[in-house]
């Protein structure tokens, strides 16, 4: 039997050993698209992506990883139009942040996901049909905190969406030019404090 002590250092050996095998993906240094370094990491990565331009669309965020632009706003991201494209779609407990995202469907999208939250923060979306969504469509799984997320739309938009979602806490946001800026359906909870709201058709639908 292992004595108690042993055994508490074991596992803090064990820990320090999950941590340096964390490692940095960097885009496009290491990957040459943001898809790639995504696919290639591991729980606990982070995936730096360096200034730029980036024609993505669709990249499954499926680990619990970081995907953070090297510099705030630096690396943008221009996606697809197409119905049900998404710039990110998250189906683990990740963060994003740092991007600018563009010209897609919706910006990032929680979709076939287990019931996990991740984190935003640190992002402009532009021109996106949907700025920010968690989508389930069936049960009530999946939740996200935004922290300082501007999105810019157009009339026929919507800055951050629910569909049979778990819950959505936003805070430090700007919506602006959005036909609807907060827009929900069947969740469990949808909370704004500290965000600004403007040019749009409605605040909450």
């Known amino acids: 039997r292992t004595p108690p002590k042993a055994a508490v250092l074991l596992g803090c050996l064990a820990l320090a050993a ?3 095998r964390a490692e940095v993906l960097k ?5 040459p698209t943001i898809k790639s370094a995504v696919s290639h990491a591991a729980d606990g990565d982070v995936v730096l992506v360096d200034d730029g331009i980036y024609l993505e669309k669709n990249i499954v965020v499926a680990r619990k990883i970081q995907v953070k632009a090297k510099n705030r706003f630096g690396a943008v991201v221009y996606g697809s139009r197409r119905t049900g ?18 010209n897609s469907d919706t910006g990032i999208e929680q979709r076939g996901s287990p019931d996990v939250q991740w984190e935003a923060a ?9 700025g920010l969504s968690v989508n389930d469509a069936e049960n009530n ?4 905190v ?3 997320v501007v999105v810019f739309g157009y009339p026929a938009s919507t800055g951050i969406s629910t569909n049979d979602a778990g819950r959505i806490e936003a805070s430090g946001c700007l919506i602006t030019d959005c036909g609807t800026a907060f ?10 404090e500290d965000s600004l ?3 749009c058709a409605q605040a909450f639908d």
Do not use: K, N
Not at 27 to 31: K, Q, S, T
Not at 122 to 130: K, Q, S, Y
Not at 141 to 144: F, P
């Open 18 to 20: 999950g941590t340096l």
């Open 27 to 31: 885009v496009p240094a290491d990957h």
């Open 85 to 102: 494209d998404a710039v990110f779609v998250v189906q683990a407990a990740a963060r994003i942040e740092g991007f600018v995202l563009r």
């Open 122 to 130: 640190d992002l402009a979306i532009l021109e996106c049909m949907v």
């Open 141 to 144: 799984i999946g939740s996200v």
């Open 146 to 148: 935004v922290r300082r």
């Open 183 to 192: 827009q929900g359906y069947d969740h469990l909870s949808l909370e704004v």
């Open 197 to 199: 709201i403007v040019g």
